[in-house]
């Protein structure tokens, strides 16, 4: 299976270990890309099953099924002028230098179209590849940046990041488990979405 960079780090792993342990000697290949990486295989039907935040719109070929809750939160390092602030305006947030994923990130891409609802233009001061380089990035005083809340878990929780209180965040999304509806799944990838329907890890 594929995954996008954010679940396939801090989401997949978790699920993987207990299907490991229920099934010991099934061998499972995971690829971790970016989301329209993941997306391009599975329609090229080079993976069985995907693990992505956003799906995309009118995709009448794909199954879609959401299985565990996503928020994106805005992050800051702990003396930046907005860690103590609460009720954040979004038009702030014009003054402030944004870390960004690469395009084809489904963060990127929901960060995107929340600000062009919005109508405010922010500026982006750098592009990013993974998210460990946006953490540290931020963290190092580089910008701001938005990013999944179960990949700051470590961080917030031992005070290198704060999650800002901005009105309108945080956004909230889905993990979706996605296959091709006219492809049927082999009994290890069945398995493997009925376990992840099932338990919240």
């Known amino acids: 299976m594929a995954a996008d960079t954010t679940a396939g780090v801090y989401v997949v792993p978790g699920y993987l270990g207990l299907f490991r342990r229920t099934y010991p000697k099934v061998?499972?290949?995971?690829?971790?890309?970016?989301?329209?990486?993941?997306?391009?295989?599975?329609?090229l039907r080079e993976t069985d099953l995907a693990i992505i935040g956003q799906v995309p719109d009118n995709e009448a070929s794909l199954q879609v099924v959401?299985?565990?809750?996503?928020?994106?939160?805005i992050i800051a390092p702990?003396?930046?002028?907005?860690?103590?602030?609460?009720?954040?305006s979004v038009q702030e947030l014009t003054e402030e230098t944004f870390l960004m994923r690469e395009p084809g990130s489904g963060t990127r891409a929901?960060?995107?179209?929340?600000?062009?609802?919005?109508?405010?233009q922010i500026q982006v001061g750098m592009e990013l590849g993974s998210n460990s380089a946006i953490k540290q990035?931020?963290?190092?005083?580089?910008?701001?940046?938005?990013?999944s809340r179960q990949a700051i878990t470590l961080e917030h929780r031992c005070g290198s990041l704060v999650i800002l209180d901005?009105?309108?965040?945080?956004?909230?999304?889905?993990?979706?488990?996605?296959?091709?509806?006219?492809?049927?799944?082999?009994?290890?990838?069945?398995?493997?979405?009925?376990?992840?329907?099932e338990n919240d890890i």
Do not use: C, D
Request: avoid cysteine; charge should be positive; glycine fraction near 6%.
């Open 66 to 73: 959401p299985f565990l809750s996503n928020e994106l939160v």
């Open 137 to 147: 990035a931020v963290a190092n005083g580089l910008g701001i940046a938005i990013i």
């Open 78 to 88: 702990p003396g930046h002028r907005l860690a103590t602030r609460k009720n954040i």
């Open 166 to 197: 901005v009105e309108g965040f945080p956004l909230h999304r889905y993990w979706h488990i996605v296959h091709l509806h006219n492809r049927a799944l082999p009994p290890p990838a069945v398995a493997f979405k009925k376990l992840m329907l």
């Open 27 to 43: 061998t499972i290949s995971l690829e971790v890309n970016n989301r329209s990486t993941v997306l391009k295989r599975l329609l």
């Open 110 to 120: 929901t960060a995107e179209r929340f600000f062009t609802l919005q109508g405010i």
